[in-house]
């Protein structure tokens, strides 16, 4: 994976797979601008103490520059802010990973429309979706002036798994595949100027709320199967990053325009890991084995 010379934005890389995808694009040597709202100085709505600085330093760290800007992808002017700091210091922009989202507090699981908090529900719908459109009406007409730029729309779920199961709040099930259908929209316009969109979901990713809640670390995350058996298919931010640092450095990733991908499908046709050196196929292995019933083996899977 080569990306000397590109340049990146992660919107959304404060933690979780954009925190992952930022440091895998950094390693790969692109520069690599993060963007969420909370820094050392100041906390989201999020309440989380993950900061886009933190990001940063990762990816520096990892080979390539992280160049941490705060930016609300809900405020129209400070989008046009970003993107007009990252024409004027790089003069490009090869890859936007619009991964903004920010609403897991959000969600009532379980709950039909009519029970659930209605204005929980429109601010998923604004955190999932307006940002999204926001940062790509302003960031895609710099990422078209070079042939070969990538958008990657980040989701949760494959097109085919959320086709076929309800994701438990009407509100969580439209905005993710509202956005594997963006993606597809945005390639049938990408396509003329010789760029690819795509959707990508990682698996049943070990984020920073994710071990939390489990009460474990990246280190000992494999104690959290005792509780938890199918915590086997786990996979850490980075194998989701090394999806998007694979289709980034693919000079025929045209191919996948319109797709919506997977972490594990993608780990199979590129033939990357994850950190500790599987590549695990969650969204295979949850409809055959956890949703199935079956007691959890990652046999196969991983």
Request: with cysteine; net charge negative.
């Amino acid at each position: 994976m080569k990306l000397e010379g590109k340049v990146a934005l992660v919107a959304g890389g404060t933690r979780g797979a954009g925190r992952g995808i930022a440091i895998e694009l950094a390693a790969a040597g692109a520069t690599v601008y993060v963007t969420g709202r909370t820094t050392r100085e100041q906390q989201s709505e999020y309440l989380r103490p993950e900061t886009i600085e933190e990001t940063a330093e990762l990816a520096s760290a990892a080979g390539g520059a992280g160049i941490a800007v705060q930016v609300d992808h809900l405020i129209v002017e400070q989008v046009e802010a970003l993107i007009e700091r990252i024409r004027k210091e790089q003069g490009r922009l090869d890859i936007l990973v619009n991964d903004i989202w920010g609403g897991e507090n959000l969600v009532e699981w379980n709950k039909p429309v009519w029970e659930h908090d209605l204005s929980k529900g429109l601010r998923m719908m604004e955190l999932g979706l307006n940002t999204h459109l926001i940062t790509a009406r302003h960031a895609l007409p710099l990422l078209i002036e070079k042939p070969g730029g990538l958008l990657v729309e980040m989701t949760d779920g494959t097109a085919s798994y959320n086709a076929a199961n309800y994701r438990l709040s009407p509100y969580y099930d439209l905005v993710k595949n509202a956005v594997i259908r963006m993606a597809w929209a945005h390639a049938q316009d990408l396509a003329k100027h010789k760029a690819t969109s795509v959707a990508l979901t990682p698996g049943w990713m070990r984020s920073e709320m994710m071990l939390e809640i489990f009460t474990v670390t990246e280190d000992t995350w494999r104690d959290a199967c005792e509780n938890e058996p199918h915590f086997a298919i786990s996979e850490s931010p980075r194998y989701v990053g090394r999806a998007v640092a694979a289709l980034a450095s693919d000079p025929d990733r045209a191919r996948w325009n319109g797709q919506a991908l997977s972490s594990g499908d993608l780990a199979k046709h590129y033939s990357f890991t994850d950190v500790d050196g599987s590549q695990p196929d969650a969204w295979h292995y949850i409809p055959d084995v956890a949703d199935a019933g079956k007691p959890a083996d990652v046999t196969g899977y991983r």
